[in-house]
């Protein structure tokens, strides 16, 4: 899930397009923003990139694997919103958002466009299948390491608010790195990067994941004396036992002056709330005042 939401793609209103995300000892639900970007529907970006198809086109290397994620499964759709699960386990998440009607209407076209792409869905049967399985079994190393990191991922998922309301950068992206993630944090030259508070929660003693935070490079000044220049910091957060599955933190301040305005209105046509705005890109809301 943390993966395919599209951490890459564009401005949306929360960080990852994610609203709110309600965990629960065997079920998750993530609320997702309607748009990603002014333009594209961020529910219809789910279903592509989490429901299973097959290719079955003529090119062979489009062929090798599964589009979405394999064994993801379409449990149903109901006013709770559209329920996902796991061919051959319990694995459940709800992708809440759009009302029944609307989720219906995506999984309808979505299912129509398949042919025209030479994609045949797999997300309607009831066991794994033979090619999901093969594609599965080309690689077992590799998914058991997945599956032995994936504690790292949803647990970031579950905190993703953290990166909107602990600190305030206008723009989140996030990456797959080998087993672990990077992330960039754009903030407009006047807005603290609050980085020391973001790490402290996301390794709080209680609420937190077991991670460690190290700082790999950090040019924060209290004075300006660098003429407004960009300044970057890097973070790391591992388990302590070495690289393996870490997360990469980039904190990205802009010059000062450079003009924002292209991001606010991409953010404003995303639906970001106007009082989150005036805190993540304060020049803009202050000259739009004057």
Known sequence: ????????????????????????????????????????SLPEHCLQALLPTQYTGPDEDEAREPGG???????????????????????????A??????????????????????????????????????YLAADPTW?????????VASGLLRRIALFHTVTKPYSLKYWPHGLGWKFELRYEHDVPMDHEALLAHLTHSVWGMPLQATREHCVCKPCDCDKGAERNCWYTLDTGGGR?????????????GRDTDHEYERLVAAGADPKWLAQALPSHCQRSAA
Not at 17 to 22: E, F, K, L, N, S
Not at 78 to 85: I, M, R, T
Not at 115 to 120: C, E, K, M, N, S
């Open 97 to 134: 958002g759009p009302d029944p009607k609307q989720w219906r209407a995506i999984v309808t076209q979505h299912r129509a466009s398949c042919p025209g792409h030479d994609l045949l869905p797999l997300w309607d049967e009831p066991t794994m299948t033979p090619f999901e399985s093969a």
């Open 143 to 151: 998914w058991e390491e997945q599956a032995d990191h994936a504690w």
């Open 244 to 256: 393996c599955g870490e997360i990469g933190i980039h904190f990205r301040r802009a010059r000062a």
């Open 69 to 95: 994620i394999a064994g993801v499964r379409l449990l149903g759709v109901d006013a709770a919103g559209l329920h996902l699960g796991l061919a051959g386990t319990d694995a459940r998440v709800t992708i």
């Open 1 to 40: 899930m943390f993966e395919r939401l599209g951490g890459t793609i564009d401005y949306c209103a929360h960080p990852a397009g994610v609203a709110r995300v309600h965990p629960s000892a065997d079920h998750l639900v993530v609320e997702v923003d309607p748009k990603l970007g002014p333009e594209h």
